[in-house]
Structures are given as C-alpha cells and as structure tokens.
C-alpha cells in the first residue's frame, strides 16, 4: 500500500543523504525511483540533489502553482516508477502537498518527502505544516546542537555572523546563512530570555 512520508528536521541533519541513499537502494535492485527537488533551489546546480557529503543525482524539479499530480501522472504514463523521492519538501504549497496526497491514493505510488520542518524564526513552512497534517509517517532525522542537544531550530546569520530574526521566510543557503540549534540556545541566540 502507497503512502506519503515525511522526512523532517532543521538545517544539516542530512536528509538529502538519506534521501539519496534510499533512491540509490531502488535503483540497486533494479526498480525506477522519480527524484524532484525545487526549481528554485540551485545551489547544487540546476535540478539536482546533492548532499553536504559529496554525493549527488540529477532530478526533475518543480515550481510553485504547477500541478504535481499531473506532473507525476505523466511520469508513470512513461513507465514505471517505484517511488517518488521529494527534497526541499518544505518548499511545496499546501495545494502541492494536498495533490501529492492524492497521487498516493489514485495513482498508488509511495512518495517520500524531505525537508524543514521550521524556519529561523520558529514558524512552520505552509509544505511542512500540511505534510505534518497528511502524511502517512513522519521520520525525523536528527542533528545534534553545538551542546550536544538534539538540534530541532535553525538561525540564519549574515556575513558577519550575527543572528538574524527578521527577513523573507525564504532565503536559499547552507553552512554560511544557518546554524542548527536545540530550542534553548536558539532561544539564547534570538534574545529570548
């Protein structure tokens, strides 16, 4: 039976590597897995997913307002597909999320997500607040803070390493922009005594 899965955590826990390792287990033996990551997100070129660690694959990518049922019902009418692999999950509209839903109950496909579950500011991104809603099962995949602490928020610091609180929700960077952080030194570093 198909499901949707949410793979979450904060920055650098390695979902992409999870996400890589398990397409790279289908691909072994011998079945077709379908990667998307977001349009948007080049930071590892465009369309593909890349790992901090060195490894990498090239996927489909999607955009916000496209329609990611039609989109994965045109790759099955291709041929088959043994799972749907999604980095940047929290990038998805709630509407995006709703027809991944969909595509696992009408098209019978597994597909698995991954992404943050917060921001820096410690709200939900709108595809992680709806995958938190409507997925089957949800895994986090842990990182530690720098006291050792399970690490479950995320700063965004400017070039000069001071933390920031404010700015678009959005903002594409890696080591250099965001810190992972357990909830107290998160709290520390935003000025929340």
């Known amino acids: 039976m198909a499901k949707l899965y949410f793979h979450y955590s904060t920055m650098n826990a390695g979902k992409s590597t999870v996400l890589l390792q398990a397409?790279?287990?289908?691909v072994e033996r011998g079945m077709s897995p379908y990667l998307l990551t977001a349009q948007f997100d080049r930071r590892a070129g465009d369309g593909r997913i890349a790992s901090r660690i060195g490894i990498g694959e090239t996927?489909?990518?999607?955009?916000?307002?496209?329609?990611?049922f039609?989109?994965?019902?045109?790759?099955?009418?291709k041929g088959p597909c043994a799972c749907v692999f999604?980095?940047?999950a929290q990038f998805l509209e709630a509407d995006q999320v709703w027809q991944l839903a969909r595509a696992v109950d009408d098209l019978h496909v597994p597909i698995m997500?991954?992404?943050?579950?917060?921001?820096?500011?410690?709200?939900?991104?709108p595809g992680s607040a709806t995958l938190l809603a409507l997925a089957d099962e949800m895994r986090e995949v842990r990182t530690?803070?720098?006291c050792g602490k399970k690490a479950t928020m995320v700063v965004r610091m400017d070039a000069e390493g001071n933390t920031l609180k404010d700015g678009a929700q959005v903002q594409i960077g890696g080591n250099e922009s965001y810190v992972s952080l357990c909830r107290v030194h998160w709290?520390?570093?935003?000025?929340d005594r």
């Open 23 to 26: 397409a790279h287990n289908y």
């Open 59 to 68: 996927a489909d990518t999607y955009a916000p307002g496209e329609n990611l």
């Open 70 to 77: 039609a989109k994965l019902e045109a790759r099955l009418a």
């Open 86 to 88: 999604v980095d940047e």
């Open 113 to 125: 997500c991954f992404g943050l579950r917060v921001d820096f500011r410690g709200k939900l991104f």
């Open 144 to 146: 530690i803070c720098h």
């Open 187 to 191: 709290r520390e570093a935003v000025g």
